[in-house]
């Protein structure tokens, strides 16, 4: 006999995975109001696993609670952006340094050093490879993270990269479609070598710098992007940043 709980769980997590891959894909518009009977019709969900959802979703950060009930899509400025990148930098960098200091035995980082082994193994030369590539990435992360040996700061960053933009391979797929793709890769490549070899030798301190200085990535890779629509409309969540234009002046 099926257990009730688990297909219960299951049917909101599966939800929430869905209403996060429409807001991220650009299905519905910042400020758009979310109404749950539209959303049990469209999904063909019952009304508490799409309530669940949303509730998670505004705890995400990509909904907020309406005035008048319910929640709304939620726009992000560029300074919100920037910010999440910032605070990301600071915590992968406060869990490198941790990582460092807690360290016991070298065989710890094996994990992280095979991840890094098939991620210079990987071409990117097509789809495939290329969602492998990304899956690595964010696998090196989440490793580095369980290095620092710290629940805080895993629930911490959970939340953070829980956001568009924020999370470690939120630009990677877009950094393809750069102009000096490679170069960028390479220096990413580079800089996880760099912290790996960081907290082999204890080094707390310049663990944490290379972490915050490699979030920085992010930042350069938006930067550009934002200046090419094309390139922009690969970014998830891209839909939700309101860019500030300027006025042209009179003269």
Not at 27 to 47: C, D, K
Not at 58 to 79: I, K, M, N, Q, Y
Not at 139 to 168: D, I, N, W
């Amino acid at each position: 006999m099926p257990n009730r709980n688990m297909e219960f769980v299951s049917q909101t997590g599966r939800t929430l995975l869905t209403l996060r891959e429409l807001l991220l894909k650009g299905e519905f518009r910042p400020g758009e109001r979310l109404s749950e009977l539209a959303l049990v019709a469209r999904l063909n969900v019952s009304r508490t696993p799409i309530r669940l959802a949303l509730d998670r979703l505004a705890h995400e950060g990509l909904l907020e609670p309406s005035p008048s009930g319910g929640f709304v899509v939620h726009e992000f400025t560029l300074s919100d952006i920037w910010d999440s990148i910032e605070m990301r930098g600071v915590m992968e960098g406060t869990a490198a340094r941790l990582a460092a200091e807690r360290l016991i035995d070298a065989s710890e980082l094996n994990g992280i050093r095979e991840l890094q082994r098939q991620m210079d193994a990987t071409t990117n030369n097509s789809f495939e490879a290329f969602a492998h590539y990304m899956n690595l990435n964010e696998m090196f992360h989440e490793q580095l993270v369980t290095l620092a040996k710290s629940p805080m700061v895993e629930r911490t960053l959970a939340h953070l990269t829980s956001l568009p933009f924020a999370g470690p391979s939120a630009m990677v797929f877009a950094r393809s479609k750069l102009p000096g793709a490679s170069e960028l890769s390479t220096i990413g490549r580079e800089q996880h070598h760099a912290i790996i070899e960081a907290i082999s030798n204890r080094q707390g301190t310049r663990a944490e710098a290379l972490s915050r200085e490699h979030a920085q990535l992010s930042k350069r890779n938006l930067e550009t992007a934002l200046s090419d629509a094309t390139i922009l409309n690969c970014v998830p969540g891209s839909s939700l940043i309101r860019v500030e234009t300027m006025e042209p002046t009179l003269s």
